[in-house]
């Protein structure tokens, strides 16, 4: 825990950077408020329609696919961290994690075959 | 802690962070001269010698410029959303390794913001946090643009995440810690007396999937669909002022040198010269801190050669499509990284049973 | 030292807590939700647990919140603007009554001790070794269960899509 006592002051110099740099842009520069400049900014062409249209599903399929490989990488981290020490009492670990890994590629060929990535 | 070494540990932090600060402007000016190089072109001379000064210019026109903020913008999230970007960018410089040690009123204080023991699962970590200033700066301006940049960034930036951890794990196998410091210290020396003892020599592939998931991570070309001036006006940041747009590319230049950073640590050596030794570097000079000095120069020379390696890219390769992209993570990239994973797994199992 | 950096870090993470729960624009929930995952990941690193922090900062603030964001910006939702409290004000409300209660509690009952427990040595490979021998069963046993999870997320997201407003299933 001491070691983090330098990113802490980190922070506070971020924060600060941060700060800084909202100073800046609210100090400088003139303001000069025009509707056309206020509004929807659409390639020049008035904005027309819901600025928040439905989107596909292809989007959260992506981040719970992205959740789930997640939480695999994050079990195959202790595994990596420990492995080279226990090789010494046989190929416990090895064939663990070998178990593990088959699981998910059996999720992975799933993906692959269920072929609904393409929806982006 | 006592004083002295307190006080010495927030001027380290402090320089540390103003040097990686330091890289936007040097980035700014490298990039213009290095597109206009393979383009062909003379690129900014205008502005002092060789256009050495137009990182200047930028900087003050970004600051001098109307700050237009729209009406529609759900104004918290909106003002919050640069620096979401720029704080995880910030934060993540901590755990990389400069140089070993040096030496000040007898005490040895180590070249890096911290000695975090879990270097690599907190820049992974932390660098997972760049996306939300994305995420919530193109939702809060109520654009159509910015929010379909936005949802397909954080899609990019989420897909090559595994391959990063994947690649980041099979290190962390081969090396046994997750320390950056230690692993650094474990490329010392050379295989056979002809290779230097670094990272690519025995993770290749390893290195491959980081250096093509780092592309994806930092929003670069061929990755940088999402804010591609052509296709989606510009993005995320379509309804961002000047000084906002200078913020994200701030992030965005910083997450790149961290991104070196990381490969030069894990890949190439660290702070070692390739076949000099520390121990030899110690005998010839003499001084720790001298021996701490070429530690550090070798350092940022390895990060800017992939600083450079990251322009050369840019300028070079065509853009890729979005579902290319997606395509090439979840088909590829994973896959790939859980083979390097078996194999760097075997081959510690049959090298531990010799 | 660690005292009132416990304070300090439950002081922000009830308070970024109560946001979440309080504030009517379901981004900002998103939001405040980051915020208390932080002070909790701030919490694991007093007790020493460095991989634990940043475990949580990987996948809880950095894929279940990603996952919540998405949702809630597929989603839509129309805010009632007028009618909205300040969370922050709420917030931090909630956290003054947190920290007197603990006051209280401490004074009346004695139950709540004056000093943080040590922090123990070298705790991440005692864990990963732990997980690996003691823990094997329910290691494999969560790998099944992700490819579980894996099936019946498409399951679930076979949709159509309707051109205006949602999708229906």
């Given at each position: 825990?001491?070691?983090?006592?330098?990113?802490?002051?980190?922070?506070?110099?971020?924060?600060?950077?941060?700060?800084?740099?909202?100073?800046?842009?609210?100090?400088?520069?003139?303001?000069?408020?025009?509707?056309?400049?206020?509004?929807?900014?659409?390639?020049?062409?008035?904005?027309?329609?819901?600025?928040?249209?439905?989107?596909?599903?292809?989007?959260?399929?992506?981040?719970?696919?992205?959740?789930?490989?997640?939480?695999?990488?994050?079990?195959?981290?202790?595994?990596?961290?420990?492995?080279?020490?226990?090789?010494?009492?046989?190929?416990?670990?090895?064939?663990?994690?070998?178990?593990?890994?088959?699981?998910?590629?059996?999720?992975?060929v799933y993906i692959f075959r269920k072929d609904c990535l393409k929806l982006n | 802690m006592d004083w002295m070494d307190l006080i010495v540990t927030a001027v380290k932090t402090i320089v540390i962070y103003l040097g990686m600060v330091q890289v936007v402007p040097i980035m700014l000016i490298v990039e213009r001269r290095?597109?206009?190089?393979?383009?062909?072109?003379?690129?900014?001379?205008?502005?002092?010698?060789?256009?050495?000064?137009?990182?200047?210019?930028?900087?003050?026109?970004?600051?001098?410029?109307?700050?237009?903020?729209?009406?529609?913008?759900?104004?918290?999230?909106?003002?919050?959303?640069?620096?979401?970007?720029?704080?995880?960018?910030?934060?993540?410089?901590?755990?990389?390794?400069?140089?070993?040690?040096?030496?000040?009123?007898?005490?040895?204080?180590?070249?890096?913001?911290?000695?975090?023991?879990?270097?690599?699962?907190?820049?992974?970590?932390?660098?997972?946090?760049?996306?939300?200033?994305?995420?919530?700066?193109?939702?809060?301006?109520?654009?159509?643009?910015?929010?379909?940049?936005?949802?397909?960034?954080?899609?990019?930036?989420?897909?090559?995440?595994?391959?990063?951890?994947?690649?980041?794990?099979?290190?962390?196998?081969?090396?046994?810690?997750?320390?950056?410091?230690?692993?650094?210290?474990?490329?010392?020396?050379?295989?056979?007396?002809?290779?230097?003892?670094?990272?690519?020599?025995?993770?290749?592939?390893?290195?491959?999937?980081?250096?093509?998931?780092?592309?994806?991570?930092?929003?670069?070309?061929?990755?940088?669909?999402?804010?591609?001036?052509?296709?989606?006006?510009?993005?995320?940041?379509?309804?961002?002022g000047p000084m906002d747009f200078g913020t994200f590319f701030m992030a965005e230049y910083m997450n790149m040198a961290t991104m070196s950073g990381l490969m030069v640590s894990i890949y190439f050596g660290g702070w070692h010269l390739p076949w000099i030794s520390d121990a030899t570097l110690l005998q010839w000079l003499g001084s720790r801190n001298l021996v701490a000095l070429i530690q550090v120069l070798t350092a940022v020379t390895k990060i800017a050669f992939f600083m450079l390696v990251f322009v050369w890219v840019r300028w070079t390769i065509p853009r890729f499509r979005f579902d290319q992209l997606m395509r090439l993570a979840w088909k590829n990239l994973i896959p790939l990284g859980l083979i390097n994973l078996v194999i760097t797994a075997l081959v510690l199992y049959f090298k531990g049973a010799a | 030292m660690r005292e009132g950096l416990f304070i300090a870090f439950s002081l922000f993470t009830i308070a970024a807590a109560s946001g979440v729960v309080l504030s009517r624009n379901p981004v900002y929930s998103a939001f405040s939700l980051i915020l208390s995952f932080f002070g909790l990941s701030g919490l694991y690193l007093l007790w020493g647990t460095t991989f634990m922090a940043m475990i949580q900062i990987l996948i809880y603030t950095g894929a279940i919140v990603v996952l919540f964001v998405f949702v809630v910006m597929l989603l839509n939702l129309q805010v009632n603007k007028e009618s909205s409290p300040n969370f922050l004000i709420v917030g931090i409300s909630g956290a003054a009554v947190w920290f007197f209660s603990l006051i209280i509690l401490r004074v009346l009952t004695q139950a709540i001790p004056n000093t943080l427990p040590a922090i123990p040595t070298d705790q991440i490979r005692t864990i990963s070794k732990l997980l690996f021998t003691r823990y094997l069963w329910p290691f494999e046993v969560l790998s099944l269960f992700l490819l579980v999870m894996i099936i019946a997320i498409f399951a679930i997201t076979r949709t159509q899509e309707i051109p205006h407003g949602g999708e229906k299933q």
């Open positions: 825990m001491d070691a983090f006592l330098p990113v802490g002051i980190l922070f506070i110099c971020a924060l600060l950077l941060c700060v800084g740099l909202f100073t800046v842009k609210r100090l400088l520069g003139p303001r000069n408020p025009v509707a056309s400049k206020l509004s929807v900014y659409e390639c020049g062409v008035k904005p027309e329609g819901n600025a928040r249209a439905p989107f596909k599903t292809g989007f959260y399929l992506i981040a719970v696919l992205f959740l789930l490989f997640d939480v695999e990488a994050a079990f195959f981290f202790p595994w990596a961290l420990v492995y080279k020490e226990s090789l010494a009492q046989g190929p416990g670990l090895l064939i663990a994690m070998l178990v593990y890994m088959g699981l998910l590629v059996l999720g992975l | 290095g597109a206009a190089l393979i383009q062909d072109r003379p690129g900014p001379n205008r502005v002092g010698p060789f256009g050495l000064f137009q990182p200047i210019a930028d900087v003050i026109k970004m600051m001098m410029k109307e700050v237009a903020v729209p009406k529609q913008v759900n104004k918290a999230l909106y003002i919050l959303g640069p620096f979401l970007v720029l704080f995880p960018a910030s934060l993540v410089i901590a755990a990389l390794p400069f140089g070993d040690f040096f030496t000040l009123f007898d005490k040895n204080y180590i070249l890096q913001v911290a000695n975090i023991d879990v270097g690599i699962l907190y820049i992974l970590a932390i660098g997972s946090l760049g996306i939300y200033g994305i995420l919530f700066g193109g939702w809060a301006s109520n654009n159509k643009f910015s929010l379909i940049g936005a949802m397909r960034s954080s899609s990019q930036i989420i897909s090559y995440e595994i391959p990063l951890g994947l690649a980041a794990c099979s290190a962390v196998l081969w090396y046994g810690t997750f320390s950056l410091r230690e692993m650094v210290t474990g490329q010392e020396g050379t295989i056979l007396s002809v290779l230097p003892n670094w990272g690519i020599f025995y993770q290749p592939l390893g290195f491959l999937l980081f250096f093509v998931a780092a592309f994806a991570e930092t929003n670069r070309l061929p990755f940088d669909l999402p804010e591609s001036e052509a296709e989606l006006v510009a993005g995320f940041h379509t309804e961002y | -």
